[in-house]
C-alpha cells in the first residue's frame, strides 16, 4: 500500500521452449549460432510453404498448464495475429487467440515469511517467436536476425492478483523455477529465453481498478520490481494531481529507472485475429493429458515444504536449494547416501558448494560424490573432526578421487578428544595464562573463551573444542 492505494499487478510470461526443433519446420531450435542460419523457406515466411505443427510444443504446454492447475482445452485452434514489424516476416504471428491450450489455474506462490498467496493463471497458450533486430555501431540502420522466428513459445497470463512488486518477484521466481523442474524452458533471461510484460493499475481500496498501463521490455526479475514500484508511484503522482491515468503501453528503461511511453495500448480487434487455415485443429488425446500429468515431477513448492518438515531446514534454505535443479538433486543424494545431519549438509550445499557452482563449476565437474560429503558430514558430527579441518578435506576431495580417512592420516586433522592429550594441552596454557585464570576466579567470565581458544590454538585447531572447555572448568574450578 503506498499513500492508501492498492497496487494491482497482473504478467505475462514468454517462455521460450527448449524443444530440439521449431514450432512449425524442423530448423534447429539452438541459441547462439551464426545469424541467419538456422532458417528454412516456412520459418522466413516465404509464400506457398505450409507449416506443420511440433507436437512436442502441445506435450510442453500442457505439462506446464498441469503445473499451473489449469484446464486443458483437448480440442483447440490456432490463429493469425496480424502486424507488421521486420522482424516478423509473414507480417502475422501464429498463435492462440479465444480458445488457448490451458485456462483457469493457480500457483500457489510461497512469500519470504512463508505465507501462502494464491496467483489465478487465466491461460497458457502456444505461438511462435518472431526475429531479432540487430543494432550497431559499425553500421547504418538495422539489421535482422530471422533464426528466432519459429521458435516455440508459451504464454502464461496472470490474473491481476499480485498487490505488490514483492509479490510479483516470488510468483516469477515460481514459475521459472517449474519450467526449469518441468524441463520445457533453459530459463535464462539474459538469452531471452523467458521474458515478460508487467500490467500495473493503481486504486484505494473497496474502489473499481484504475486503469491499467502494459510495461515493456523488463529484462529481469529485479528490473520487474523496479518498475512496478517505478510504475505505482508515476500513476499514483498522477491521481493525486487530479489527473487521469491513459491506458497505454510503455517501456521500461532500467538503466534510466523509468519507464517512457511506447505507444496507446492495442486492442485485440487491432490485429484482427483469425482462424489459422494453413494448419489443423490441435485434439489431444484424453490419454495423453492423464499422461502428461502422471509424468510430472515433484514440483518445486512441495519440495521446498517437504525439506522443511522433514529435514528440519529453514524456509529460507530449503528455497535456496530447491532454486537449482542440480544443488537439490545433488542434497537429495546425500540423503539416500545416508547423511546423518541434513543441516550440516545443507550448510554444505548453500556454502562451499555454491561457491565453487557460483564460479561456473558444476558439481558434475568435480569428483565430489554424495558418498564423500555425506561421509565428511558423519565425521564432523560425531565429532572427529573439526569443520575447519573439514574444509581442508573437501578441498581435497572436490578435485580429487581420494579416500577422506587416508586425507584426514596424511594431514594429521584427526580430532584430538583424547582425555589425557587434552589435559596435557589444559595444564600448558593455564600455566602460561595465569593473569586470565585470575580474571575468571575473579568472576570475568569471558576470560573462559579466550583460554580454550589458546587452547584451540596450541593443538592447531584439532582440539575438540567441547571437550575442551569442560576440562578447563574443571581445573579452574569453574
Ligand atoms: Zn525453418
Not at 51 to 77: F, W
Not at 310 to 321: E, R, T
Request: charged fraction near 30%.
Amino acid at each position: 500500500m503506498i499513500k492508501g492505494y492498492e497496487v494491482v499487478v497482473g504478467l505475462e510470461i514468454h517462455a521460450e521452449l527448449n524443444t530440439k526443433t521449431k514450432i512449425y519446420c524442423s530448423c534447429r531450435n539452438s541459441f547462439g549460432l551464426e545469424v541467419n542460419t538456422q532458417v528454412c523457406p516456412i520459418c522466413l515466411g516465404m509464400p506457398g510453404t505450409l507449416p506443420t505443427l511440433n507436437e512436442k510444443v502441445v506435450e510442453y504446454a500442457i505439462k506446464m498448464g498441469h503445473a499451473l492447475n489449469c484446464s486443458i482445452n483437448r480440442i483447440c485452434k490456432q490463429d493469425r495475429k496480424n502486424y507488421f514489424y521486420p522482424d516478423l516476416p509473414k507480417s502475422y504471428q501464429i498463435s492462440q487467440a479465444d480458445i488457448p491450450l490451458c485456462h483457469d489455474g493457480y500457483l500457489d506462490v510461497i512469500m519470504d515469511g512463508g505465507e501462502i498467496k494464491r496467483i489465478g493463471v487465466e491461460r497458457i497458450h502456444i505461438e511462435e517467436d518472431a526475429g531479432k533486430l540487430l543494432h550497431s555501431d559499425k553500421f547504418d540502420g538495422s539489421l535482422v536476425d530471422f533464426n528466432r522466428c519459429g521458435v516455440p513459445l508459451i504464454e502464461i497470463v496472470s490474473r491481476p492478483d499480485m498487490r505488490s512488486s514483492a509479490e510479483a518477484k516470488a510468483y516469477l521466481e515460481t514459475v521459472r523455477s517449474i519450467l526449469k523442474y518441468i524441463d520445457i524452458s533453459d530459463c535464462k533471461m539474459q538469452e531471452g529465453s523467458i521474458r515478460c510484460d508487467v500490467n500495473v493499475s493503481v486504486h484505494k481500496p473497496g474502489e473499481p481498478f484504475g486503469t491499467r498501463c502494459e510495461m515493456k521490455n523488463v529484462n529481469s526479475f529485479s528490473a520487474a520490481v523496479r518498475g512496478i514500484d517505478y510504475e505505482a508511484n508515476r500513476q499514483i503522482e498522477i491521481l493525486e494531481a487530479g489527473g487521469e491515468v491513459v491506458q497505454e503501453t510503455r517501456r521500461w528503461d532500467d538503466q534510466k529507472g523509468m519507464s517512457v511511453s511506447m505507444r496507446s495500448k492495442e486492442d485485440a480487434q487491432d490485429y484482427r485475429y483469425f482462424p489459422e487455415p494453413d494448419l489443423l485443429t490441435i485434439v489431444v488425446p484424453e490419454e495423453k493429458v492423464r499422461e502428461l500429468k502422471e509424468t510430472l515431477p515433484e514440483l518445486p513448492n512441495a519440495k521446498i515444504m517437504r525439506y522443511v518438515r522433514d529435514f528440519g531446514l529453514s524456509h529460507s534454505d530449503a528455497a535456496m536449494i530447491v532454486d537449482v535443479v542440480e544443488k537439490s538433486a545433488f542434497f537429495e543424494s546425500c540423503i539416500a547416501a545416508g547423511c546423518k545431519s541434513p543441516k550440516l549438509l545443507s550448510n554444505w550445499v548453500l556454502g562451499e558448494i555454491s561457491k565453487f557452482m557460483n564460479e561456473g563449476t558444476a558439481i558434475s565437474d568435480t569428483k565430489l560424490t554424495p558418498e564423500k560429503l555425506s561421509e565428511l558430514i558423519g565425521l564432523i558430527a560425531d565429532g572427529k573432526i573439526s569443520t575447519a579441518a573439514a574444509k581442508t578435506v573437501f578441498d581435497i576431495i572436490v578435485r580429487e578421487n581420494r579416500d577422506i580417512a587416508s586425507i584426514i592420516e596424511e594431514k594429521g586433522l584427526a580430532q584430538v578428544s583424547d582425555q589425557t592429550a587434552l589435559e596435557a594441552i589444559a595444564d600448558s596454557v593455564l600455566a602460561e595464562n595465569e593473569k586470565s585464570v585470575s580474571d575468571y576466579k575473579a568472576g570475568k567470565t569471558n576470560a573462559l573463551g579466550y583460554l580454550v581458544g589458546q587452547c584451540m590454538k596450541a593443538s592447531k585447531g584439532k582440539a575438540n573444542p567441547g571437550a575442551m572447555k569442560e576440562i578447563i572448568l574443571k581445573k579452574i574450578g569453574g
